[in-house]
């Protein structure tokens, strides 16, 4: 659903309509490790990262870098977990 938001008010709705956004299931055979990752500098929090790998993984092998587009907004990476 595409929403402008123009304002403070526009933003809260549509925070609060994303927060009741189903979590998408994970699919059978993928594991989930939430890791953090140090950024340089003393006053910068850690970067939050989502593994999903599945159990039969031969290494070495590909991976695929997904970003949540949510610019530390709205939403919630694990939205699309059925996706990742």
Same mark, same amino acid.
């Given at each position: 659903?595409? &929403? %402008?938001?123009?304002?403070? @008010?526009? /933003?809260?709705?549509?925070? =609060?309509? &994303? %927060?009741?956004? !189903?979590? %998408?299931? /994970? +699919?059978?055979? #993928? $594991?989930? =490790?939430?890791?953090?990752?140090? &950024? +340089?500098?003393?006053? @910068?929090?850690?970067? =939050? #990262? /989502? ?5 039969? @993984? $031969? @290494? !070495? %092998?590909? +991976? ?8 530390? &907004?709205?939403? $919630?990476?694990?939205? #699309?977990?059925?996706?990742?």
């Amino acid at each position: 659903m595409p &929403v %402008s938001l123009f304002g403070p @008010r526009s /933003l809260s709705a549509a925070r =609060r309509l &994303v %927060s009741f956004a !189903p979590k %998408s299931p /994970l +699919a059978d055979g #993928v $594991t989930l =490790r939430n890791e953090h990752i140090a &950024v +340089a500098g003393d006053d @910068r929090p850690d970067v =939050r #990262v /989502l593994i999903y790998e599945p159990s039969s @993984r $031969t @290494r !070495p %092998s590909g +991976a695929l870098l997904w970003f949540h587009g949510g610019g530390l &907004v709205m939403g $919630t990476p694990e939205q #699309v977990e059925g996706l990742c």
